[in-house]
């Protein structure tokens, strides 16, 4: 069964503190991709990578960075956690643009 | 500015029932649409999508209807179920091929 695996699904984190991100896929998508969901504002692009060491910012960068060394990994960064970026983070892939996205079950991080 | 946008937070239907959802778009340019479905504590899952090219895409109990002029498409439920409770997000596929989503509809399906 084909998935895209967020290494955790709860996180609490302190403010200041560097926070990793991890999302796996077994499905040899080029395409991967971060979003964050928030009541009322859906969701909100922050990063993509459309191939290895490839990142695009989103629409809400800030804050955030990525890596891609391999391309079944795709991480995202919180350098210095805030609390304002406590949300439900979700990766996704896809094979091509034309291909629809995979989401995995997301990561519900709270920053103190 | 909103690209996409889904004025409706919530709706509430009666089992057996046919379930609305709402979707409005500015950029004609927009080329395909995609509904995607989540349950609360999980990743959206996709559910239906239509191209420009059609104004109309049935799969079961799920039809998308896509209206070009009026820049509006909506997703019909068939009869509503109770495990059809989520949140329905509609999207939109911008120019670099990425996905616009909307801010979501929280449906409630009730016995």
């Known amino acids: 069964d084909v998935k895209v695996t967020q290494s955790s699904r709860y996180l609490v984190k302190r403010t200041g503190e560097k926070v990793f991100l991890e999302c796996v896929q077994d499905m040899d998508h080029e395409n991967m991709f971060w979003y964050r969901q928030d009541p009322g504002l859906g969701l909100r692009l922050i990063y993509f990578?459309?191939?290895?060491?490839?990142?695009e910012k989103g629409d809400i960068p800030e804050g955030y960075s990525v890596s891609r060394e391999k391309k079944e990994r795709f991480s995202l960064i919180l350098e210095s956690a805030s609390t304002n970026q406590t949300s439900m983070y979700l990766c996704?892939?896809?094979?091509?643009?034309?291909?629809?996205?995979?989401f995995g079950s997301g990561t519900q991080l709270s920053v103190l | 500015d909103q690209q996409v946008k889904q004025n409706s937070p919530s709706l509430s239907v009666q089992e057996g029932r046919i379930s609305i959802l709402n979707c409005d778009y500015t950029?004609?340019?927009?080329?395909?649409f995609l509904w995607y479905k989540k349950y609360p504590a999980e990743g959206p899952t996709f559910l239906i999508s239509?191209?420009?090219?059609?104004d109309k895409n049935e799969d079961g109990r799920f039809t998308v209807f896509l209206n070009k002029s009026a820049k509006h498409l909506s997703l019909h439920i068939v009869p509503s179920q109770p495990g059809d409770s989520a949140v329905y997000f509609c999207?939109?596929?911008?120019?670099?091929?990425?996905?616009?989503f909307g801010k979501g509809t929280k449906l409630s399906v009730k016995p």
């Open positions: 999207a939109a596929r911008g120019s670099q091929g990425n996905l616009i």
């Open positions: 990578s459309y191939d290895v060491k490839m990142k």
């Open positions: 239509i191209s420009s090219i059609k």
């Open positions: 950029n004609s340019m927009f080329d395909y």
């Open positions: 996704a892939s896809r094979a091509s643009p034309n291909g629809k996205l995979l």
